[in-house]
């Protein structure tokens, strides 16, 4: 069964303090693994796909960055608008890109303080 | 450019009650899909579409019924409401390809009494 277990639930940072967000997964063969940001009352906005280990994508002060268990969101010197929960998600080998078969992570709710 | 826009935002209905869920697009996206948000549970796919005339089940399909008649419309339909269909409900639509963004509409907050 495919897993996607994203750490920590919750982050509190300081405006302007670095830190990284964890998303675990399982899956017989990984296609492609996904970030989105999520605000509060609203649906989830597309960040990155990954493909295979060792490929990172930026945007703006977030990076992601994928090997064969585990992703990472990097966000550098965040800003109170960077709030949001980010959720991931992967899709196995088993199921080609015309398959909407993703498996979700709970997320991981980041406040940053100003 | 609307993008993926759903209807209605809040909806309660009472146990045994139908309704359909409407979700239409803009962006000539042939993939289109409903998922649903439960606290803790992380979004899970109900049904989705890769064309109009087609439509296969996710992971959570029972008690909802959808159909593609067209390129931009992707209604959920709600059979007989239940307790446990209370959730927050996202369609989505997404281009076919890499790198495979997926549009979300703003979500139906569901709640059956």
């Known amino acids: 069964e495919d897993q996607v277990t994203q750490s920590p639930e919750a982050l509190r940072l300081q405006e302007g303090e670095s830190s990284s967000l964890n998303c675990s997964y399982t899956v017989s063969g990984l296609r492609g693994l996904f970030w989105y940001r999520q605000d509060p009352g609203k649906g989830p906005e597309f960040l990155f796909t990954l493909y295979s280990a060792g490929e990172e994508k930026e945007k703006e002060r977030l990076k992601a960055t994928l090997t064969k268990k585990e992703s990472f969101l990097h966000i550098t010197a965040p800003k109170p608008e960077d709030s949001a929960t980010y959720l991931c998600a992967v899709q196995p080998y088993r199921y080609y890109f015309g398959n909407e078969k993703l498996t979700f992570g709970t997320g991981t709710r980041l406040t940053i303080i100003p | 450019n609307a993008g993926v826009t759903q209807t209605p935002k809040f909806q309660v209905l009472k146990t045994g009650q139908s309704m359909t869920l409407q979700c239409a697009q803009d962006m000539n996206h042939e993939y289109m899909s409903w998922y649903r948000q439960d606290p803790g549970m992380g979004l899970r796919l109900i049904h989705y579409?890769?064309?109009?005339?087609?439509?296969d089940q996710g992971e959570v399909p029972n008690g909802y019924n959808v159909s593609r008649s067209t390129t931009e419309d992707f209604p959920l339909r709600l059979l007989s409401a239940a307790p446990s269909q209370t959730s927050v409900y996202f369609c989505?639509?997404?281009?076919?390809?890499?790198?495979?963004?997926?549009?979300f509409g703003p979500g139906t907050r569901l709640t059956v009494t």
């Open positions: 579409s890769v064309g109009a005339g087609i439509t």
């Open positions: 989505a639509s997404r281009t076919n390809v890499r790198p495979y963004e997926q549009y």
